[in-house]
């Protein structure tokens, strides 16, 4: 079974710096794709960036990178210039094979409050 | 384009009652995956929906169960509801099977007394 870990229960960061979420994983799959979702308070999803086992270059989009360190599985989100509205949750998960159909495993969350 | 847009909102049943969540695809999408948020945690997989037929269920007993309809629309319905089942609901529509370009609702928050 796939595993993700997230250590972080809560982060803090001032407005304008950057901030790195810790996310590692456990698969023995050789084909991945690993995913961060932001979780505002109003509940929904929002895809950030992903980042696939084969993909030979970190992802990035906009603020968002993705570190992306393949022998020691892991793969931390940087956001870069932290603005007030990334105050949130965060999600790293994982794709799993279903024999025909994907799902996400996702970890347990970061919370990041940026302040002012 | 619409995105994907799930009711009620908020939904307060008592143990043992039976609950049905609904969710609206987003436009041109195919595929429809339920996943149960409980407080604190990480949403789960419950199951997917393709072409109006189940084809990968998580770990969740059958009084968990659902629907996806002609115009991709979805129900879930959980029987007998206990009080473990209080949580998230979230579904996530996509164009194809796959977990990329998944897009998900708000939730519906469910609570069971």
């Known amino acids: 079974a796939q595993k993700i870990t997230q250590t972080q229960p809560g982060m803090f960061v001032q407005e304008k710096e950057a901030v790195t979420l810790d996310c590692t994983y456990d698969t023995s799959d050789p084909s991945y794709g690993l995913f961060w979702y932001k979780q505002p308070s109003s509940g929904e999803m929002i895809f950030l960036i992903y980042?696939?086992?084969?993909?030979?270059q970190n992802a990035t989009e906009g603020r968002y990178s993705l570190n992306f360190q393949k022998a020691r599985k892991s793969a931390n989100l940087v956001i870069s210039a932290s603005q007030l509205g990334d105050s949130a949750m965060y999600f790293c998960?994982?794709?799993?094979?279903?024999?025909?159909?994907?799902?996400?495993?996702f970890g347990k969350g970061t919370k990041l409050t940026v302040n002012p | 384009e619409t995105g994907v847009t799930q009711s009620p909102t908020h939904l307060i049943k008592t143990r043992g009652q039976q609950v049905t969540l609904r969710c609206s695809s987003q436009?041109?999408?195919?595929?429809v995956s339920w996943y149960q948020q409980a407080l604190g945690q990480g949403p789960q997989f419950i199951f997917q929906?393709?072409?109006?037929?189940?084809?990968g269920r998580g770990n969740f007993p059958p009084r968990f169960s659902g629907l996806q309809f002609p115009n991709y629309s979805s129900e879930l319905n959980v029987n007998a509801l206990e009080l473990d089942d209080s949580a998230l609901y979230l579904c996530?529509?996509?164009?194809?099977?796959?977990?990329?370009?998944?897009?998900f609702g708000s939730g519906t928050q469910l609570s069971v007394l």
């Open positions: 980042q696939g086992s084969y993909d030979q």
């Open positions: 929906y393709y072409r109006e037929e189940e084809n």
């Open positions: 436009s041109g999408h195919n595929t």
């Open positions: 996530a529509s996509s164009a194809k099977q796959g977990t990329e370009k998944l897009f």
């Open positions: 998960a994982m794709r799993e094979n279903l024999g025909g159909s994907e799902k996400l495993v």
